[in-house]
């Protein structure tokens, strides 16, 4: 059996900021041309709610995860968005920044990553229960 040679690129120091994350906060970000079944993009949204959308713009997250594909303006029952599904949802759930939070973006090699780091999971009574850090790399390679 054989494992992906892939080794986990911690960008918590080294990436740049999307800017100040809030609790349902969503980013503009720019990345390097980026093709993704067959459609090249330059763009995307990343939110705190660990999605990063293509294309698309703020407040097309939702804070509950539901199906996919799900109907185009389906955001308010837990849907991706208002304008697209296309999206990599390695953490798509309900998350605040914990103490230290931040969402990074940094290409290292032929990847862009995305880093969510010290994200508390926000359950719906209120109380927080751990953290769910991590990146995604996204590449032509």
Do not use: K
Not at 2 to 31: K, P, R, W, Y
Not at 32 to 52: E, I, R
Not at 63 to 87: D, M, R
């Amino acid at each position: 059996m054989t494992t992906g040679g892939s080794s986990f690129i911690d960008i918590s120091v080294t990436g740049t900021s999307v800017g100040a994350i809030s609790d349902d906060s969503e980013h503009s970000i720019t990345l390097p041309s980026f093709t993704f079944n067959g459609v090249a993009y330059t763009t995307a949204v990343v939110g705190n709610n660990g999605a990063v959308l293509f294309p698309t713009s703020a407040s097309s997250i939702n804070y509950t995860n539901g199906a996919l594909p799900a109907a185009i303006g389906a955001e308010l029952t837990g849907a991706l968005g208002s304008t697209a599904n296309i999206g990599i949802c390695p953490w798509w759930d309900d998350f605040t920044p914990g103490a230290g939070g931040s969402v990074r973006t940094q290409t290292v090699g032929g990847f862009f990553i995305v880093q969510w780091t010290a994200e508390d999971h926000f359950c719906c009574t209120g109380h927080r229960n751990g953290h769910v850090p991590g990146p995604v790399a996204i590449g032509n390679g």
